[in-house]
């Protein structure tokens, strides 16, 4: 769920080396009822103190995909976390967003951002904020109705129209 966040700061840090990016359900704004400013400074002290405390229960993988095959795949797969968010990546990711809210205006970089209404794990408000504010004069946003966090991971007719929308984007922006 922070490969958008990365995605956009290394866009801001180096904007010449991008042509255009594509962010699908990119985390840009933490949930205002887990981040309080409470648990933010709750947060802050136990990153310092136990910095592998997991603050944030383990990631549920039926959140992520309507599909159930996707959902067992996600499940069993191997590699993947499967406990929850630790203290000091969990401020780390929320400073992050702290520096992007802080410079969407200075986007100018093409891009498409990619987001499913239904998504519990990112909100779909920061992608809205994002292409509200961006200064890019290249700039699209597509909210999937009903869609899940990860959009490629979504029933195979969805997730091919997504797939379909970033390929048509890409294409138009291809020199002929």
């Keep these: 769920m922070q490969g958008g966040t990365v995605a956009i700061l290394c866009a801001m840090e180096r904007p010449h080396f991008f042509t255009g ?3 699908s359900a990119p985390a840009i704004m933490a949930n205002p009822k887990t981040a309080s400013r409470g648990m933010i400074f709750l947060g802050r002290i136990v990153s310092r103190i136990v910095p592998s405390f997991q603050v944030v229960g383990s990631e549920n993988s039926s959140l992520l995909s309507r599909d159930p095959e996707q959902v067992s795949i996600l499940t069993n797969d191997p590699l993947a976390w499967k406990g929850g968010l630790k203290a000091k990546w969990a401020m780390a990711i929320h400073d992050a967003m702290e520096v992007i809210k802080g410079n969407l205006t200075k986007i100018e970089w093409p891009f498409l951002v990619l987001h499913g209404d239904a998504d519990q794990l990112t909100m779909v408000e920061g992608s809205v904020m994002l292409e509200e504010k961006a200064a890019s004069k290249d700039k699209t946003i597509k909210i999937y109705p009903g869609f899940y966090h990860k959009l490629l991971n979504e029933p195979k007719d969805d997730a091919a129209l997504v797939m ?9 922006r291809l020199p002929s």
Excluded: A, E, T
């Excluded at 379909?164 to 138009?172: G, R």
């Design 21 to 23: 990016v594509v962010l």
């Design 164 to 172: 379909n929308d970033i390929i048509s984007w890409i294409n138009q």
